[in-house]
């Protein structure tokens, strides 16, 4: 193994990992990180099992990669599965996305490639920069952190050439705030993101549950719960709550500094078409400003839309250039967390499902976590535009 500096030793820019699912906020905040002085790019791994489908997810994001100038950056990807397959993104919002990326090609917005994507899986690519990098390794996952999990079980002691990781995620901190509903459990009719065995696959060939007399493929809700009156998580922890688990733990006694951004902190920056509409008529480039204005509408089409990911990013940036306080105004400090694995079925009125909620846990094994709870949308938007702006 390479010798490592230590952090003082290492300065701006920071060795980069940006680990995304290739969903819309992931974009947006893709337009952002690609100007950042904080930034120095080693490597983009995209996970299989959020947002973005196997084959589009990495491709979407390598168009997007050549629009802000980083093409150069190789990018990863993520093995078919969660490590805890118990649901993925709603199919239809995997669809979408993927017709939405198509149609930015045959406008010849986004230009299609694939030169970037590189042989290597994501873990792999994760083990190999951190095993190589002579600076502690800054890596920010706006997904379900299952290739970050993947990379530090194939090599835990590479956690420690680890500078600091973000995170955007959980319910944490603010009671309420889960953001996974039972409606988003079908497609047309048929149940999609949510599933009773790990191969996530119905063949046909076993024969249909019995529940009260009626037949079905799978019992109602999600394993039988109405996730929008029992649920106490959120969708990146959702789609592999054993992934986040996992990173905690071998975080444990890393000397990196964690972050994450929970749910809460982004309730009042909802994307809506007026206000994207109006910031991107400011865009020097003309094909970022049809780019992002397409984005909304597409975006806004899944049902709810926020600045999640775009958010964690500014974070991480301001963060990293000393400034705690800006787009998040609150942070629950040094918390020693743990994340559940525990799935009940059988709740009564006003039960939660433990399974993904992340609570606090004196006897974790986990880090000290930083938690952002709460944003402040006017600094994100006089900090966000600009730097996006910069694409040419």
């Known amino acids: ?223 039988g719960v109405d996730m929008s009156a029992h649920g106490d998580t959120e969708w990146n922890v959702f789609m592999d709550v054993r992934a986040w688990r996992m990173v905690y733990g071998f975080l444990a006694s890393s000397p990196a500094n964690v972050y994450v951004l929970a749910a809460n902190a982004t309730l009042n920056m909802p994307v809506t078409l007026e206000q994207m509409e109006l910031y991107a008529s400011q865009l020097a480039d003309p094909d970022l400003r049809i780019f992002v204005t397409e984005l909304a509408k597409a975006f806004l089409e899944a049902g709810e839309a926020k600045w999640w990911d775009a958010q964690c990013a500014v974070a991480m940036d301001q963060v990293l250039s000393g400034q705690s306080i800006g787009v998040c105004s609150n942070w629950a400090e040094k918390k020693k967390t743990s994340v559940s694995l525990i799935w009940r079925s059988n709740l009564t009125e006003g039960e939660l499902n433990p399974y993904g909620s992340v609570y606090d846990d004196a006897d974790a094994h986990a880090p000290l976590i930083d938690y952002c709870l709460d944003g402040n949308v006017t600094q994100m938007w006089e900090v966000y535009w600009p730097q996006v702006n910069e694409t040419n």
């Open 1 to 223: 193994m390479l010798q490592h500096k230590k952090h003082q030793e290492c300065g701006k820019p920071y060795p980069f990992i940006w680990d995304n699912d290739a969903n819309y906020d992931d974009t947006l905040a893709f337009l952002y990180l690609a100007h950042s002085e904080n930034l120095d790019w080693k490597a983009i791994t995209i996970e299989s099992d959020g947002m973005g489908t196997p084959h589009g997810g990495p491709t979407n994001i390598a168009a997007v990669a050549q629009l802000v100038g980083l093409s150069h950056v190789p990018i990863a990807m993520g093995g078919l599965s969660s490590l805890s397959p118990i649901a993925t993104m709603p199919l239809q919002w995997r669809i979408e996305t993927d017709e939405f990326f198509e149609r930015q090609y045959e406008s010849k917005i986004l230009n299609m490639t694939d030169k970037a994507i590189v042989d290597k899986t994501a873990p792999q690519l994760i083990v190999d920069i951190l095993n190589t990098s002579a600076c502690p390794v800054v890596i920010l996952t706006t997904g379900p952190a299952t290739n970050v999990a993947e990379a530090l079980d194939m090599a835990p002691s590479l956690a420690s050439n680890i500078r600091e990781i973000h995170m955007m995620g959980s319910a944490y901190g603010v009671p309420g705030t889960n953001n996974v509903y039972d409606w988003q459990m079908t497609y047309n009719g048929v149940k999609g993101s949510c599933t009773e065995d790990a191969g996530q696959t119905y063949t046909g060939l076993s024969p249909p549950l019995i529940k009260n007399g009626t037949k079905s493929l799978i019992r109602p809700e999600c394993r």
